[in-house]
């Protein structure tokens, strides 16, 4: 089974600090996503990338950098944590192709900035 | 904008019911629809994925079916039970979309009632 690995489950942060969150992943996927989920708003994207050192910015790229060094690795980059950033953060990954593949989600960061 | 719609957002049934939930979206050029299941504070688990050249995909006591023209798709569980509850969401992949960007709906929430 394809696992996507969440370094950290809870993440408490204060405002102004520089927040790393990392993922990997164990099946060679070419594409990489970071959502925030929050109540009312659903999921949304914030950055993806479809190859090492390819990134895209999502619906709400601001405040966030991404890094994407090797394959298997995506990591969120918070550059001064602010409280409206306080959020459930999903990683995700997918196979390229043509439309059949499913995404596959890690367990996913809580993260509050006090 | 392309937008998926899923009403209502909390369903409550006894169990043994079976039951539908289900899903719009705004636009019928679209590449696929995935079923998402989440439990609280966790990641989302795919469950089935409809290819826009398919109605319909079964696994176990799930069926989702998926009409273009009319904009809709449906989540029938049958012979519910307490281990379904969980919140559902639904996710389209539209034609013109960047490199795979999902387009998720807020979910509905199902309570199975024992």
């Known amino acids: 089974d394809v696992k996507v690995t969440q370094s950290s489950r809870y993440l408490v942060k204060r405002t102004g600090e520089k927040v790393f969150l990392e993922c990997v992943q164990d099946m060679d996927h070419e594409n990489m996503f970071w959502y925030r989920q929050d109540p009312g708003l659903g999921l949304r994207l914030i950055y993806f990338s479809y190859d090492v050192k390819m990134k895209e910015k999502g619906d709400i790229p601001e405040g966030y950098s991404v890094s994407r060094e090797k394959k298997e690795r995506f990591s969120l980059i918070l550059e001064s944590a602010s409280t409206n950033q306080t959020s459930m953060y999903l990683c995700?990954?997918?196979?390229?192709?043509?439309?059949?593949?499913?995404?596959?989600f890690g367990s996913g960061t809580q993260l509050s900035v006090l | 904008k392309q937008e998926v719609t899923q009403i209502p957002a909390a369903l409550s049934v006894p169990e043994g019911e079976n039951l539908v939930l289900n899903c719009s979206f705004t636009d019928s050029a679209i590449y696929n629809l995935q079923w998402f299941r989440q439990d609280p504070g966790k990641g989302l688990t795919s469950l089935l994925l409809i290819q826009s050249s398919q109605r319909e995909q079964t696994s176990g006591r799930l069926n989702a079916s998926l009409d273009k023209s009319s904009g809709r798709s449906t989540l029938y569980i049958a012979a519910s039970q307490p281990g379904d509850s969980a919140t559902y969401l639904c996710a389209a992949l539209f034609s013109g979309a960047g490199s795979y960007q999902l387009t998720f709906g807020k979910g509905t929430k199902l309570s199975v009632i024992p």
């Open positions: 995700a990954s997918s196979s390229p192709g043509t439309g059949n593949e499913k995404l596959f």
